[in-house]
């Protein structure tokens, strides 16, 4: 199954787009987290469905922590955890620029039919942006 096929078969059971790209870390590691996946949907349609920060740009900058971040008391976080994350952010504000900034109302532009349309491609662009970045970094 390719990418955009899981990821539609996580959409189609009722998964966002931030809770989505928590799955896909956690299945790259062959792990599940329930709890962490129902955590992330607060992130979800802009913070709650606000239609505020892209759940795309925040649960991105969740799946870069995720395999870079400090998780246990005794354990040390990538030490360019940060700089990934933030190099995500600016790379992230430029690929959604053309729809006028980083929040969903930005992007869907009050059009829900946009949600179909441009999110998959953003998220498969976040996804693709994020494991770059690890792998650049070597935290893969």
Not at 49 to 73: I, P, Q, V
Request: proline share 2%.
């Amino acid at each position: 199954m390719d990418l955009m096929e899981r990821m539609l078969e996580l959409s189609q059971q009722g998964y966002y787009c931030a809770q989505i790209l928590l799955i896909l870390a956690l299945e790259s590691e062959g792990r599940e987290n329930p709890e962490l996946v129902r955590a992330m949907g607060g992130l979800n349609g802009g913070m709650g469905n606000s239609g505020g920060l892209c759940g795309c740009m925040s649960g991105g900058a969740c799946f870069l922590s995720y395999f870079t971040g400090k998780g246990e008391a005794d354990e040390i976080a990538h030490p360019e955890s940060d700089k990934i994350i933030q190099e995500f952010v600016l790379w992230f504000k430029d690929y959604t620029a053309e729809y006028g900034g980083t929040d969903c109302r930005c992007i869907l532009e009050g059009d829900t039919r946009n949600k179909i349309q441009r999110c998959p491609m953003i998220m498969e662009a976040v996804l693709e942006k994020c494991m770059s970045l690890l792998e650049e970094h070597d935290c893969l």
